[in-house]
């Protein structure tokens, strides 16, 4: 069973090296695709932003109690997001803009969205599962799964921003 106990302060590790390394990408390179078949850092916090928004929305949704553990799907999340080999399409309604990203109102609202989940986080009560708002191929989540699912997803960004830096340097 995951510790319902570290799910607030390891999101917030995970989103604060997210924005740090985000922030740290000089603003001349910003919306710059670094590789061929990349996003650029912009595009890639704009798709982060909209994923924790979807977070933030799943756990608005009606609360029911599951049938099943509420960490049931941990290992699947993980191992979607944490195996770097892997690598995955994002779904049409997280595709990040094409247009020119402003990176300053880019890291205030991922800092408005990620206060706002830090505090959903820490009211508690992530044990039920979230109706309305499938997961694909999993369907319907617990709060506590779609905090891991931001969680591992943030991790899995982080370490693309850092694979870019050389590209920039």
Not at 32 to 56: R, T
Not at 102 to 123: C, F, N, P, V
Not at 140 to 150: I, R
Request: proline share 8%.
């Amino acid at each position: 069973m995951v510790d319902t106990e570290k799910l607030l302060p390891d999101f917030t590790a995970a989103a604060g090296a997210f924005t740090a390394l985000l922030a740290r990408i000089p603003e001349r390179v910003f919306n710059q695709v670094p590789f061929e078949g990349s996003w650029s850092p912009a595009q890639v916090g704009d798709h982060v932003l909209k994923f924790l928004n979807g977070i933030k929305s799943a756990l608005e949704l009606p609360q029911v109690v599951p049938g099943r553990a509420p960490d049931a799907y941990d290992p699947v999340l993980q191992e979607i997001f944490l195996n770097f080999d892997r690598k995955a399409k994002a779904p049409a309604f997280v595709e990040p803009s094409k247009d020119h990203i402003d990176k300053t109102a880019l890291l205030g609202a991922l800092e408005q969205t990620t206060e706002a989940l830090r505090s959903r986080i820490g009211a508690g009560g992530l044990l039920t599962l979230c109706e309305g708002a499938p997961f694909p191929t999993l369907g319907d989540m617990t709060g506590m799964e779609w905090v891991l699912f931001g969680d591992y997803h943030l991790q899995r960004h982080a370490r693309q921003l850092e694979q870019m830096q050389p590209f920039f340097n």
